[in-house]
């Protein structure tokens, strides 16, 4: 016998639909040695509370063990749905831990609110570009996509309108309302409430996706949209504001919907990690935490992309980007001619740095002239020289496209 | 705004399939005061590693902090996918790393294999009576169950040969080879390896769920299905042998079919939990532990697997049961004549214990003359007194049975 017996034509069709992963081998070289990424959408683990995380699992397993190690109800451990519950009315309308699904992770709240909503051919409108997990999710649930054009300002809801008043049916719409990846936008109060308004007219859910809200430079957020509409589905991830791996998260829903997230939910996986909720909730019940961890927070990403920005402007003058005001990423568009993102990420990780290109991020709309960097990760010598990398990838690339262009030119047949 | 848009008919179909969850009543009484639980699938807490995991994660928080706390990459850390193979290895076929996905427990290594390889209407082949939660599962896939009748062997592979010779597609065998849930039974060695003839001859794959392989009161198990074919799909469960609360065990599976597994892990959550992953590592990485503590499992549920028996056998005449060899149920037949285990089941809810009546686990047999009761969770007083208020549930069920049947004859009318 060996590993690899014949499968084929034993995968579901839905498998198909999940579409290429056109930034795994970027992803995957950024573990190569020496490689500096400013390519994924990590946190900087030099903010992860590891002193006070330590504490807590500590405290855990001296006062709760052994309830923290055994099975646990499906829709989380009570302590933990009243601390996400809490976080959520203090960032937008009053919720009771009855309205909370602990989840793993916020991919994992997509994944069911995909199973829970979507049946073959339903229709998903999102941002484009879009948050790729999202993308996939709803892709391998069999949806049709239907991208808005986002500006700087986010999704154009007026574009919303004219679709769904010319009868596109909705059957949810997806959103990153703060400092959206890739473009790093925040949806304006006015938009929120015009999105409000269709989704009480038109009957669809907004699925809010925000897991950079409390990555806010000046501190400052938008409600949630659950404040203007019932018909909201808050995601509330944890990662980028404690950490990714203890993959502890939770969702916000509207009752008769949580109780069928639930049910998906138990098929899924049964529960979230017991010991993971028992830990967070702890450190989340002591008041003093949060507000003095998310101001570190705050001060530290506004220090990065400080420093990001001003090498952008002494160094890269072929990259336009508005600096963002949250979050992670900086979404730049390449201002010199013929330049494309493929070819431009490719030369860059051949000079050692990663970058993802616009494509993968876009449905309808043409990313090539665009490329996402990560501020999050490298400290101030890296994050040097990254750019200086950067710079070499384009100088090889614009004199490879003007050898091109030259060759070109002299090839090209006087037929006039 | 209220809590409760109206959100009807915006659920996809597949959810209403999902079937009414008969148990979930039941294991909410669990939770009442008094109530003694011999119904859930639960490990004692009593035998939970605790100081051995405590120690664990001090390491991992000392030493390793802050990788365990990051994104991880979505197979799983290297280190626990390494542990889970050297597991599987000396258990079944010799495997490495690469063949193995971690997974949030082996609840969702079933999800993930209905994803990926079930398409609406293929046929799922299992034992009736089956565990729950996959025939939920399944359900959901929108798989059609083809139940094979199974006995104190396991399932009847002569039933499934007969099947499949008259023209049955089969997208896929699940199986619970060792200390059958709910029957208890051993899949014996020579149905298995007529198992593996059918899968390589039909050429389906056979997904092998083994969580109670580790609890066999006499410390032996039979070699997994994957040293008689490599079509097998071998689900690791650690939640019976270790705890249930880490939700981190494993999957096994030959290459081509991994690679989609780990694509439908990558929507599904992304990753398991990094930290969790890091602190069982550890832990199965000292080659002194694992053997010391099965030794230790195995000895306290032979313990209480023969207090059980006993009690039944002094006091439970109306009750017939094969002792298991392993694992943590007895599936016992009722004698009496007339009693339904719905009845009993509710009867006993009453009388304060909670069991779990059998026609929840079956689909095309009757389950109405079987009971299942967990001797895990209980000790020794407890038991007893379970045990007590079963012969409580009992009277009142047969009073109320002979008070209906004398009520039914002084009523039957008289026509001739």
């Known amino acids: 016998v060996t590993a690899s017996p014949d499968l084929d034509g034993i995968v579901a ?4 639909r999940a579409g290429s992963d056109a930034i795994s081998d970027i992803l995957a070289a950024t573990g190569l040695p020496g490689m500096l990424s400013m390519a994924g959408g990590l946190p900087s683990a030099e903010t992860f509370p590891v002193a006070a995380l330590a504490a807590a699992f500590d405290a855990v397993f001296t006062h709760r063990a052994p309830a923290a190690l055994q099975y646990a109800p499906t829709p989380g451990v009570p302590a933990m749905r009243e601390a996400l519950a809490q976080r959520a009315s203090s960032t937008g309308a009053s919720v009771t831990a009855e309205r909370v699904l602990v989840t793993s992770g916020s991919q994992q709240g997509l994944d069911l609110v995909a199973r829970v ?11 484009d570009p879009s948050y790729l997990g999202a993308v996939q999710t ?4 069999g949806a049709r996509l239907l991208p808005v054009p986002a500006d700087e300002d986010g999704m154009d809801t007026t574009v919303l309108a004219g679709l769904l008043a010319a009868g596109e049916r909705c059957k949810l719409v997806y959103v990153v309302p703060h400092f959206h990846n890739p473009t790093g936008a925040v949806l304006t109060a006015a938009r929120r409430a015009h999105l409000a308004e269709l989704a009480e007219r038109y009957g669809f859910p907004i699925v809010e996706d925000d897991p950079y809200a409390d990555l806010a430079f000046d501190g400052q957020r938008l409600p949630s949209m659950d404040t203007l509409t019932d018909r909201t589905v808050r995601l509330m991830s944890l990662s980028k504001t404690l950490c ?12 008769p919907l949580l109780a069928e997230l639930v049910r998906a939910k138990q098929t899924a996986d049964l529960q979230s ?3 993971g909720q028992y830990a967070v909730a702890h450190l989340l019940g002591d008041p003093g935490f949060l507000p003095a961890h998310l101001q570190r927070l705050q001060q530290f990403y506004r220090g990065r992309a400080g420093q990001l920005a001003a090498l952008v402007a002494e160094q890269l003058p072929w990259l336009s980007a508005d600096p963002p005001r949250g979050g992670l990423f900086f979404w730049c568009r390449l201002t010199h001619h013929g330049l494309h993102a493929d070819r431009l990420s490719r030369a860059a990780l051949d000079a050692g740095v990663a970058i993802v290109p616009g494509p993968p991020f876009c449905i309808d709309r043409d ?13 101030e010598a890296d994050l040097r020289a990254a750019v200086q990398r950067l710079t070499v990838a384009f100088d090889r690339e614009t004199r490879s496209l003007g050898a091109a262009s030259a060759r070109s030119r002299s090839t090209a047949p006087h037929t006039h």
Request: net charge positive; aromatic share 4%.
């Open 13 to 16: 069709h839905r498998m198909r």
């Open 117 to 127: 909503l979507l049946d073959e051919g339903d229709t998903v409108v999102l941002d």
């Open 138 to 141: 709803f892709g391998i649930a």
């Open 244 to 255: 990714p791996g203890l993959r502890v998260a939770g969702l916000v829903a509207p009752q």
């Open 273 to 275: 990690n017991t010991l």
């Open 367 to 379: 990313g090539s002239r665009h490329v996402r960097l990560s501020f999050a990760t490298l400290g």
